[in-house]
């Protein structure tokens, strides 16, 4: 079940930590004057303190592209794809790319970037803040890791099929790995949910994809075939804010008590 999660990031349960980079040309809350240099040199410090803490993964993501837009401009996909790039000789961990809400513009970031994963909604039609959503890329890919979020936060599923049931249909459909997340950006994952579709899709690595704390982080593992973590490690835990390397660290270490202790 973990072999795709070992192959990816050399580790069993992977701690994936977010790298929300700041607005992108053409969004709101660029500034556009100043550029794309302060963009750069946030993930930069954020990529250093991230790794520094002994994370297992990275996921670049545009967080801060509100309002969030269902079909991105090609203007987010180059900027992504060129702050990738100039961080690409400091990177030393496995990374994805998450353009959110976006499918089709992640796996053209990926494949720009060499990234080996991508987190996004591969499968099914929901209702959401943004409108109807219905992803448009397929998921099975050949060279990219397909991470399929059957959560999707600001959102809710159209039909009656249980959460189980779409976690069935998304494996069917071809993807890599089930993500399940909290309602909304930085609210915790239900751990009883991802328990059931643990239990349905015993062959596909199922991740806690919001919400994860230093104090969750094991019973969160002991659910879970990994996690994506990103606000509980910024400075004050606000998702707006830059990492702290204290928390990070923190966060790390208790992550590693809880593999050790159920010898991963």
């Known amino acids: 079940m ?11 349960k992977p701690i994936i930590a977010m790298l929300h980079a700041r607005a992108l040309p053409g969004r709101p809350r660029h500034d556009a004057p100043a550029g794309m240099k302060p963009v750069l040199d946030a993930l930069a410090r954020d990529l250093d303190a991230l790794q520094a803490a002994g994370v297992d993964g990275l996921l670049f993501c545009n967080e801060a592209d509100l309002p969030y837009r ?21 990177i030393h961990v496995p990374f994805g790319i998450d353009i959110v809400w976006d499918s089709v513009a992640s796996l053209a970031v990926a494949r720009a970037a060499g990234a080996c994963f991508v987190r996004e909604v591969f499968t099914g039609v929901y209702e959401s803040d943004l409108g109807l959503m219905q992803p448009a890329a397929d998921p099975r890919q050949q060279d990219v890791a397909v991470f399929a979020n059957i959560t999707p936060e600001f959102a809710s599923p159209l039909g009656s099929r249980t959460t189980t049931e779409r976690a069935r249909g998304a494996v069917f ?9 909290g309602p909304i950006t930085g609210l915790p994952t239900d751990l009883a949910q991802l328990r059931a579709v643990k239990a349905a899709v015993p062959g596909t690595p199922v991740l806690a994809s919001t919400g994860v704390t230093v104090g969750t982080i094991k019973r969160t593992l002991e659910a879970a075939d990994g996690a994506i973590v990103g606000t509980h490690l910024k400075h004050d835990g606000v998702t707006w804010n830059p990492v702290d390397p204290v928390r990070a660290a923190a966060f790390m270490a208790a992550a590693t008590r809880a593999k050790a202790e159920m010898a991963v």
């Open 2 to 12: 973990t072999a795709l999660l070992h192959n990816l990031f050399g580790t069993g």
């Open 70 to 90: 269902l079909q991105t401009g090609p203007e987010t996909a180059a900027a992504m794809a060129a702050l990738t790039g100039e961080l690409k000789n400091e």
């Open 173 to 181: 459909r071809g993807v890599d790995a089930i993500l399940i997340t």
